[in-house]
C-alpha cells in the first residue's frame, strides 16, 4: 500500500501548492521490519508545517532528486500536529534510495493528495480496523485520529496480520501503546509463527471469520495487500457487514497525482481524485480493472 494513491477534490483543480515539493527534513527514522521504515519529517519553512491541513487516508508524493519520487500514504495523524510520518516498505529503486536517508538527510513532499477516511460513517459506531503488512501504514493515521477523539466514536477492534512476527509493523503500538487502552481490543495474527511466537497463526481473512463481529452498529475499515483486501471484503459479506459500512482503499501505480497523466483510472473514476478511499459498495459499481 505505500508507492501508490494520490488526489484532489476535482480532476479538473489543482492548488498550485500542491504541486511544487516542499523541502523536508527526516527528524527520525524507525526500522519497523527489516525492508519497513518510518520517516518523520518536519518542512524547512515552520509555517508550512503548521498550515499543513489534511485528514486520515491522504498521502503525499515524496521525491529525491536523481531517484524518482512515489505516492506514500501518511501514517502520522493530523490530531498530532508539527510534523508528519510516513512507513515505506523497500521495494524499488525510489524506496531503495530513500531506506539510505538518515536523520537531517532532506526530501522533497508534495501534497496532500485524495479523498480521505470518511469521517461521518465512523462516530458514534463502533469501528473494527483490518489490517495487513504495510496496510496498516493508513490505518494507523485513522487509528490514532480515532484514539484522540475518543469521545466522538465508539469501541476500537483491530485485526492486523503480517507474514512473520518480524513482518508487523508499529509494534510498539501493537504490544504497548494501544494493547494498554481500555477501549481498543487488538487481534494479532501471522501467516507462520516462529519459536518465540505464542500468537495467533493464520492468515487475516479466516481469522476475521473465526473471530466474527456482530455488524450491528460497526463500521469496517481495511486496508492491505489487494488479495487480502479480496478476501477480507467476502469475509465481512458472510458474517453479514452491509457493503456501505464497509471501507477500503485502492492500490493504483500513480505518476501524477492530480489526474491527468492517466495512470489510475477506472471506469470513470481517477483512484488519485475520486480515492483512493471507497466503500464496498463504491467498487461493486466500477469495473473489475483494480
Not at 2 to 30: D, K
Not at 35 to 45: G, L, R, S
Not at 52 to 59: E, R
Not at 249 to 269: A, Q, S
Request: negative net charge; contains cysteine.
Amino acid at each position: 500500500m505505500s508507492e501508490m494513491m494520490a488526489g484532489g477534490a476535482s480532476a479538473a483543480v489543482a492548488e498550485p501548492s500542491v504541486l511544487v515539493p516542499q523541502v523536508a527534513t527526516i527528524r527520525r527514522v524507525t526500522e519497523e521490519t527489516p525492508d519497513v521504515k518510518t520517516f518523520q519529517v518536519v518542512f524547512e519553512d515552520p509555517g508550512v508545517t503548521e498550515d499543513f491541513a489534511y485528514l486520515p487516508g491522504q498521502c503525499c508524493m515524496l521525491s529525491l532528486p536523481g531517484s524518482g519520487e512515489a505516492m506514500i500514504s501518511i501514517t502520522s495523524s493530523p490530531t498530532r500536529r508539527g510534523f508528519l510520518e510516513f512507513a515505506v516498505k523497500k521495494v524499488g529503486i525510489f524506496t531503495s534510495a530513500l531506506h539510505e536517508l538518515e536523520p537531517g538527510d532532506q526530501i522533497g513532499v508534495r501534497g496532500p493528495y485524495g479523498n480521505h477516511f470518511p469521517l461521518p460513517l465512523m462516530e458514534g459506531r463502533k469501528l473494527l480496523f483490518v489490517g495487513g503488512g504495510i496496510g496498516l501504514a493508513p490505518l494507523r493515521s485513522l487509528i490514532n485520529y480515532v484514539i484522540d477523539e475518543k469521545d466522538r466514536f465508539g469501541p476500537v477492534s483491530i485485526i492486523y496480520g503480517a507474514r512473520s512476527p518480524e513482518d508487523l509493523v508499529f509494534k510498539e503500538e501493537l504490544f504497548h501503546t494501544w494493547a494498554a487502552l481500555p477501549h481498543v481490543s487488538l487481534h494479532l495474527t501471522v501467516d507462520k509463527g516462529d519459536a518465540s511466537w505464542e500468537g495467533h497463526v493464520g492468515f487475516v481473512p479466516a481469522y476475521l471469520e473465526e473471530l466474527a463481529p456482530a455488524p450491528e452498529g460497526t463500521t469496517v475499515i481495511t486496508c492491505g495487500p489487494p488479495v487480502m483486501i479480496k478476501f477480507v471484503l467476502q469475509a465481512l459479506s458472510k458474517l453479514g457487514f452491509p457493503p456501505e459500512r464497509v471501507i477500503t482503499t485502492l492500490e493504483m501505480k500513480m505518476k501524477c497525482g492530480v489526474g491527468k497523466c492517466g495512470r489510475c483510472n477506472i471506469g470513470g473514476k481517477y483512484v488519485c481524485v475520486d480515492g483512493p478511499v471507497f466503500t464496498a459498495a463504491e467498487l461493486a459499481q466500477l469495473p473489475a480493472e483494480y
